[in-house]
């Protein structure tokens, strides 16, 4: 594994934005930019170590991006941040051994983003690129509505469903790109975001996704983003290793030129099932 820590991607008044890479030793198959969660307000994007060896062993890269986060910061600080992150790999990663395809992902707030990314197109279109240019999707734990500590900078109660311009919803069109989706709530999650995560589902068909590209699962007995640090009983990372397989069905699809080859992607193990 090839790593290069506390990369430049920007800057504003001086204060440099930052990203780590992990890159495989041969060729990289596929590469996933992923923004950590933390609400808006914490987080960060180091102590994914384990998840980096995990998939630069399958041939995959890992890029994780830290951004502006309130209160420091103000809507939408950090969705440029993102997507200039995101820009920034397209144009660079070859430097730092990721000539190939990219997703975009994240956890929580970092899935928010991520969904806003995909859907609200000007973001990209701020630094030349745009959701087409992207392999594939992860949503894990995002709230596709108004965040709730967008709401609350609002002087709104956080707990308020909203959908406008700040909601990944909104932005919902049949334009929206064609791509491979990986959508992940869990059973106990916050109080309505499972709800709001089968709403975003029930969105993308309404407006005729080809839902072939999408899987969604609901994490059983897990509570809000718990998985993404446990350990099935034979020590694998949950999260992680669902992660890998929708990376090798993205690096499928890309082989392909895109077109969907039909079929969800490939099931993970019996523990991990959407429940009936």
């Known amino acids: 594994m090839k790593t290069y820590a506390d990369v430049s991607y920007g800057s504003v008044d001086g204060e440099d934005f930052l990203l780590d890479i992990f890159a495989p030793d041969g060729a990289p198959k596929c590469a996933l930019m992923y923004l950590h969660g933390g609400g808006l307000e914490n987080g960060s994007r180091k102590g994914l170590d384990d998840a980096a060896m995990l998939l630069t062993q399958n041939g995959f890269g890992l890029v994780s991006v830290e951004y502006r986060m309130f209160p420091h910061a103000a809507y939408p600080d950090f969705l440029v941040d993102s997507a200039q992150a995101a820009s920034w790999l397209l144009q660079n990663g ?28 000007e973001y990209l279109g701020q630094f030349g690129c745009k959701p087409d240019d992207f392999a594939g999707y992860l949503f894990d734990a995002g709230q596709p509505t108004t965040h709730f500590n967008v709401l609350a900078h609002r002087g709104m109660d956080p707990r308020r469903i909203v959908v406008d311009a700040a909601a990944p919803l909104y932005h919902i069109e049949d334009a929206s790109p064609k791509r491979p989706m990986l959508i992940l709530a869990a059973e106990h999650d916050m109080p309505g975001r499972l709800e709001q995560n089968k709403l975003l589902l029930a969105t993308l068909e309404h407006f005729h996704y080809p839902m072939e590209l999408v899987d969604f699962h609901v994490m059983p007995g897990y509570q809000h983003c718990e998985y993404d640090s446990a350990r099935d009983e034979t020590g694998h990372l949950v999260f992680w290793e669902m992660v890998v397989r929708f990376l090798q069905r993205v690096t499928q699809i890309a082989g392909n030129g895109f077109a969907p080859t039909g079929g969800p992607l490939p099931r993970t193990p019996a523990i991990l099932q959407t429940p009936d």
């Open 94 to 121: 070859q430097y730092y051994g990721l000539d190939c395809p990219v997703c975009i992902g994240g956890s929580s707030a970092g899935a928010y983003l991520s969904m806003m990314l995909c859907f609200a197109k």
